[in-house]
């Protein structure tokens, strides 16, 4: 099981850009998703975007044309380029690793929380 860490998170103006990472301890093998999810006060987390190990990626519709996932296999580094945000989102960011398919762990909460590796999150805030 590898530990992830986020960063990259802040307080920014809407139509302002982040870029998130998300390093992992170790190199992940085999078949698997990584991706991230976000959570907002009082809501359910919800699936961003993910990416499966073959570089198939999948975005909820909210963050479509304006968020980028990818990832830098030679550091372990997952990204989420996050471009024009606006206040709904905001939230706290966490990526995730495991067994899965990436439209599935971003369409559907309880796949999203069956996989194996969680960060601890890092905090997005877009202000009006």
């Known amino acids: 099981q590898v530990q992830l860490a986020e960063s990259g998170g802040g307080s920014v103006q809407a139509g302002e850009s982040l870029r998130l990472e998300c390093a992992s301890s170790?190199?992940?093998?085999?078949?698997?998703?990584m991706g991230w999810f976000r959570q907002a006060p009082g809501k359910e987390r919800e699936g961003v975007a993910a990416?499966?190990?073959?570089?198939?990626?999948y975005y909820a519709d909210s963050v479509k044309g304006r968020f980028t996932i990818s990832k830098d296999n030679a550091k372990n580094i997952l990204y989420l380029e996050m471009n024009n945000l606006n206040p709904s989102d905001t939230g706290l960011y966490s990526c995730?690793?495991?067994?899965?398919?990436?439209?599935?762990?971003?369409?559907?909460?309880?796949?999203?929380?069956?996989?194996?590796?969680w960060g601890r999150g890092t905090q997005v805030t877009v202000s009006s």
């Open positions: 995730a690793a495991g067994i899965g398919r990436s439209e599935v762990v971003v369409e559907y909460p309880v796949a999203a929380a069956a996989l194996r590796s």
């Open positions: 990416r499966d190990n073959d570089g198939t990626v």
């Open positions: 170790g190199s992940i093998t085999g078949r698997h998703v």
